[in-house]
């Protein structure tokens, strides 16, 4: 086998594997797109897919759901309420520009609060799986995003290197910078579309737990 045969076997293995078995489903973010903790990802969910979920952070909450309208273009919206009391509801859209491929990442553009009850955010992010079950997401912002975020996450247990006794389900740790200050978290992958999410809130100085479905 040639030295650029082998070169190009190894790429594979590096990219295409880990990108097929160690990513987990994607999940709506507390904005309700799809995404990490509070920011969006590239993906988008697909026709005939929605989501739908509910976020607690001591007297804060929000109820997110989020529906795939075609290939490229999904819209979510999130009800936010605080000490028993619901705020300005809001709802975006994300348009996928590029889907993911081997060695180019999926890249969408989008815009949280189009009516603007609370604070309009136009957005571009890109999103990658790499090797060894890591995925990167990266993008810009106005609004409350303020520049750059983005967040890195790592499957720690992909189904594909599970013991079948283990019985522990597959998880995610996720490190996001949302623009303004960094957020930690934890996706367990409790049943087919059902996870839990559970973490750190550095903006609001909060821990916060989260319950979401995916189709």
């Known amino acids: 086998m040639s030295v650029m045969r082998k070169t190009i076997l190894a790429l594979l293995v590096c990219f295409a594997v880990p990108s097929m078995v160690a990513t987990v489903a994607a999940a709506p973010s ?3 797109s799809t995404g990490m903790i509070r920011i969006p ?3 988008i969910l697909q026709p005939g ?5 509910y976020y607690n952070w001591q007297e804060h909450g929000s109820a997110v759901a989020a529906a795939g309208l075609s290939s490229d273009l999904e819209i979510s919206a999130a009800v936010p309420w605080k000490e028993g009391r619901t705020g300005a509801w809001t709802v975006n859209a994300k348009y996928n520009l590029n889907q993911e491929a081997l060695l180019i ?3 969408s553009i989008g815009i949280e609060d189009i009516d603007g009850r ?3 955010s136009v957005y571009g992010v890109l999103s990658k799986a790499l090797p060894y079950g890591l995925r990167i997401n990266i993008g810009a912002g106005t609004g409350r995003f303020e520049g750059m975020f983005g967040a890195i996450e790592k499957v720690l247990n992909p189904t594909s290197l599970r013991k079948a006794s ?3 389900p597959v998880t995610s740790i996720i490190v996001e910078m949302d623009g303004y200050k960094m957020n930690y978290g934890a996706r367990l992958n409790l049943a087919r579309g059902l996870r ?3 973490g750190w809130l550095g903006r609001d100085e909060k821990v916060y737990l989260g319950l979401t479905y995916t189709n």
Do not use: C, E, I, K
Request: glycine share 18%; proline share 4%; hydrophobic share 30%.
């Open 30 to 32: 507390m904005s309700g």
């Open 41 to 43: 990802s590239a993906d």
């Open 49 to 53: 897919h929605f989501s739908t979920g």
């Open 105 to 107: 990442p999926a890249v």
């Open 118 to 120: 609370d604070r309009r």
């Open 166 to 168: 283990s019985g522990f």
């Open 196 to 198: 839990l999410d559970g």
